[in-house]
């Protein structure tokens, strides 16, 4: 029997996928390094702390999209030995790392920012406001390039996330170097790094939530999982759905388990076939474990009749060891 088709087509266009991945966050990290470089060697030039700061966020997106490039690589080995599921979750790892060092940071450029608008050093704005234009646009062509990789990556989200970040802390660099460059008022300067910490925060915190989502094995984001379970108790044939568990295998890519109970006028095979069906097509889950089996009024148990040899084997689905302690344990009943 042949199973149903994923709608993504992860399975079919997996490493070449992973190929082009690599090819656009290549590039853009090649954009990124180069213009890192000057503008670290033009902050240290010119005591600007605004564009040191923007350098050390640049940093974070540099090595975010450094291990993205990885990652990619790592996402086209086989799943093997110890390693059932391959190493789709490098993912949540990179990005919780990522963000963590992104709020090390904010905190310590918000502290040299506070000192400096206490004493602050004689800053040219006109080599801020240039630098800063110049990584407006470099950060733009960036963005383009690394946005054509696949976003269901959550270390190209993550990177991504970095990448436009810097796009408004260039804006604010930029609007400091011309406060300065006009007006002469230094302080600018440390109130621009002050902007780009809080934005540093922001990103940061967004990329260990959602690293901890996945470690923690809740459902996808935009993944209701008492919905999808009524949606298999719909599938005619289902008596009952328990024992359910959806979570992200890392990557995007979602993966569920349960137990159904099928009615003894239908046959255990062709049910569950119509209840993968209906997560793939209606909910986007094209790997799920399924064990069905049939109840019987005289058994205080559910009788493994498919074990049993009516129907064939118990647990119909490519990975028995897919099922884990989830987040999700329900009984919906048809």
Not at 32 to 49: D, P, Q, R, T, Y
Not at 143 to 157: C, E, K, T
Request: include cysteine; charge should be negative; charged fraction near 15%.
């Amino acid at each position: 029997m042949s199973h149903p088709p994923d709608p993504h087509g992860h399975s079919r266009h997996r490493h070449g996928g992973a190929n082009a991945d690599r090819r656009w966050l290549s590039a853009a990290l090649a954009v990124i390094v180069a213009f890192l470089v000057c503008e670290v060697v033009v902050g240290l030039a010119v005591g600007s702390l605004a564009l040191l700061t923007d350098a050390g966020h640049m940093l974070t997106d540099a090595l975010a999209l450094a291990v993205a490039v990885i990652a990619a690589g790592l996402a086209q080995r086989p799943a093997r030995g110890a390693y059932t599921y391959g190493f789709t979750r490098i993912d949540a790892v990179s990005a919780q790392a990522n963000g963590i060092t992104l709020l090390l940071l904010a905190g310590w450029f918000t502290v040299a920012a506070v000192r400096r608008l206490f004493a602050p050093p004689d800053v040219p704005g006109g080599a801020v406001l240039v630098v800063a234009l110049v990584g407006i646009a470099v950060n733009l062509a960036a963005v383009l390039l690394a946005a054509r990789a696949d976003q269901a990556s959550l270390n190209v989200r993550g990177a991504l996330a970095h990448l436009v970040t810097d796009l408004w802390a260039f804006m604010a660099t930029a609007v400091a170097g011309a406060v300065m460059l006009l007006t002469g008022w230094t302080r600018a300067d440390a109130l621009a790094s002050l902007v780009v910490a809080a934005l540093m925060v922001r990103s940061g915190i967004g990329l260990v939530r959602s690293a901890g989502r996945v470690f923690l094995e809740a459902a996808p984001n935009g993944t209701d999982p008492d919905r999808i379970g009524r949606s298999m108790a719909a599938v005619a044939g289902v008596q009952e759905v328990h024992d359910l568990h959806v979570w992200d295998l890392g990557a995007g890519e979602p993966a569920l388990s349960a137990h159904l109970v099928i009615e003894t006028s239908h046959d255990c095979h062709e049910v569950a076939y119509g209840v993968r069906r209906v997560l793939a097509e209606q909910h986007r889950i094209s790997h799920a474990t399924l064990q069905a089996d049939h109840q019987h009024a005289d058994r205080e148990l559910i009788g493994d009749d498919c074990a049993a040899g009516r129907h064939g084997p118990g647990y119909l689905g490519g990975t028995v060891n897919g099922i884990v302690s989830g987040v999700v344990g329900s009984t919906v009943e048809h």
